[in-house]
C-alpha cells in the first residue's frame, strides 16, 4: 500500500509540475549564465553552448576580473565577479543551481586581431543583413543573424504595424552599393490614419533609423529601440560616408502639419555605465538638413567632457535621450528632457558607445518629414 502512495504522489507531482525544472522539494535546477562582461571588454559578449567568447584589447590578461555576470534564479556561481583569473587561457566557470546540480563554463578571451586596441563595431560597413519574419511580415534585418545584437532598427515595430492593415514601407532596408556590399537606406515612413490614432499610440511616422542596440517590442503602442554596446576605447572622431534628401511637410504622431523642415541625425555617445548611474564622457554629433545627392565623407570629432559639459556642443547635444538607458519613454517634447551628467574622461573609463543615424532627427518623437531619405556607409571609429 506505501509503493502505491508514494507512485500516486509521485504522478501527481509529474502532472502537476508538468515540464517544470524544481525537484521533488521544490527547488530549481537552472543553471545558466545569462550575462557575463570582462573589464576591459571591447565588443559584446558571445554565447556559444558552454563557451563564452569575449574580445579585450591585446594587453595582459594575467590578472583579469568578472566586472558582472547574471545567472538563473536562486543559482551561484565561481568564481564571482572581482576574482582576478588568468585569461591567458580559458578559464572555467561553474554555476551551481538551487537543487545542487552544477554546470560548467568556459570563458574564452579573444585578443584584438591586429593588436593596437583600435576596436571597430562589428558589420559597421552595414554589408550583413538577414531576411526574418515579425507578426506575419517578412522583412530585412541589419546583421549576421538573429544572435547578431550590435545594430539594430525599427523594422520589428514597423511590422507590427503593417501586420493591421498600413501601406507604408519598411523604413530600414539594406540599399546595394555593388554585388554584395550594401549600405543602409534610411526613409522616413507615413504609418497611416490607424498608427495616428489612439490604438496605434498616435505613432503615425515612422523613421527610418540604424542604431547601435536592440529593438523591444511588446505590442503596437509599447515599441522602442534600447541604446548601447559594451566598449571601453576613446577615439577621437568617427567618420562616415552619407547621402540625404530632405523631404518637404513636417508631421507629427496624429499626422498633423509641424512647423519647420526636417533634417538628418548622425550622433555618437560614450557613456559610463555604473549601476543606476550613467556619466556621459563623450559626444560628437552631425545634424543637417542639406541636400546631399552625391556620396560625401564626413568626419566628426569626439569633444570629451572633464566633469561638466563639453564647450561649444548644441542644447540638444547636452540632453538625455528619449531611447536612453536614463531615459523617458512617455516624454513628447525634447527640450524637456532633463541634461545629462557628465563624467571626467580624464579619470574615467567608457563602458558603452551609442551611435544613431536617422532620416528624421525627431523621429525620436513621431515628426517627420515622409519621404525624407539618408543613405549611410562605412562608419569607422578613428583613434
Known sequence: MIKKTMGFLLLIVLILGGCSTKDYFGKLSEKEIIEFILEKQIGATIFKGDSILVQVPDNNLFYLSATKITVSDYATISPKVGEKQDFSQPVPYTVYAEDGSSKEYYVVVQRDGDGTGEFQLPNSNFDLWYETTHSTKKYFEIGFDANDKTWGTGNKGIATALSMGSNADFPSVPYETAPNEYATELTT??????AAGILGGYKGIAAGNVFVGIFEVANLTNAHPVFGYPYT????????????TPAEGLLNGKLKPVEGTDKLDMYLILEKRQEDQIKRLGVAWFRSGELQT???????EIKYAYGDAPEGLE????????????????ETNPESMPYATWGDISKEDPTHILVTFTSSYRGDYFIGAPGSKLLVDNFKLIY
Not at 515612413?189 to 490607424?194: E, I, W
Not at 576605447?233 to 540625404?244: E, G, H, I, N, W
Request: hydrophobic share 30%; aromatic share 14%; net charge positive.
Open 233 to 244: 576605447q576613446k577615439p577621437k572622431a568617427f567618420q562616415v560616408d552619407y547621402t540625404y
Open 189 to 194: 515612413q507615413n504609418m497611416g490614419a490607424l
Open 315 to 330: 542644447d540638444y547635444e547636452k540632453r538625455v535621450l528619449k531611447y536612453g538607458i536614463d531615459g523617458n519613454l512617455n
Open 294 to 300: 552625391e556620396w560625401k565623407t564626413i568626419e566628426k
